[in-house]
C-alpha cells in the first residue's frame, strides 16, 4: 500500500528522486530514453505505483526505454512489489529496448527475486541481471560514452 508520505524531489533537470519510509528511488535521465533507476532501502510497498509512473513518464516521452538499475543499496522487495515489477516487466515488454539490473553478488536472495522476475514477465534477453559493477558500468557506457555512475 502507498504511503502518503512520499517526497519527489526534482534533483537537477535529468534527476529525480522518490522518497518514502527509509526507501528511495533515483531516477536519471542518461539521454532520451535511457533511464538510470538507483534504489536504496527496502521498498515493501509503500510507493505504490509511483516508482513505475516514472518509466512510464520516460515512454511517454520517448516511446522506446532502456532502463539501467542499480540496486547495491536495496533490500529485497516484498512479494507484492516482484510482482507488481513482473506484471509491469511483462506487460511493456516491446517498448523495453533492455533492463540491465546491477545485483550485488552478496545478496543471493536479492539475485532470486530478480532471476523470478525476469522468468516471469518473459524478458528473457531483454532483462540482464549484472553481479559485477564493472561489467554492468561498460553496459551503460555503451549507451552513454563516458557516463560514470
Known amino acids: 500500500m502507498a504511503s502518503q508520505s512520499i517526497q519527489r524531489e526534482t534533483l537537477d533537470g535529468n534527476t529525480i528522486r522518490l522518497s518514502a519510509d527509509r526507501c528511495s528511488f533515483t531516477y536519471r535521465r542518461l539521454k532520451p530514453g535511457i533511464l538510470l533507476m538507483t534504489i536504496a532501502g527496502n521498498d515493501h510497498g509503500q510507493f505504490g505505483a509511483a516508482a513505475i509512473d ?12 532502456t532502463l539501467y538499475v542499480d540496486t547495491r543499496a536495496a533490500a529485497g522487495p516484498s512479494t507484492s512489489v516482484m510482482e507488481a515489477w513482473t506484471a509491469y516487466f511483462s506487460a511493456n515488454r516491446s517498448k523495453l529496448r533492455r533492463v540491465a539490473i546491477m545485483v550485488p553478488p552478496e545478496s543471493k536472495l536479492l539475485h532470486l527475486t530478480v532471476s523470478i522476475v525476469q522468468h516471469l514477465s518473459g524478458m528473457g534477453g531483454v532483462l540482464q541481471i549484472f553481479g559485477d559493477i564493472d561489467r554492468f558500468q561498460a553496459t551503460i557506457q555503451q549507451d552513454v560514452p563516458g557516463c560514470v555512475l
Not at 55 to 61: H, P
Request: glycine residues 8%; proline residues 0%; hydrophobic residues 50%.
Open 54 to 65: 516514472e518509466v512510464n513518464a520516460e515512454f511517454e516521452r520517448f516511446g522506446i526505454v
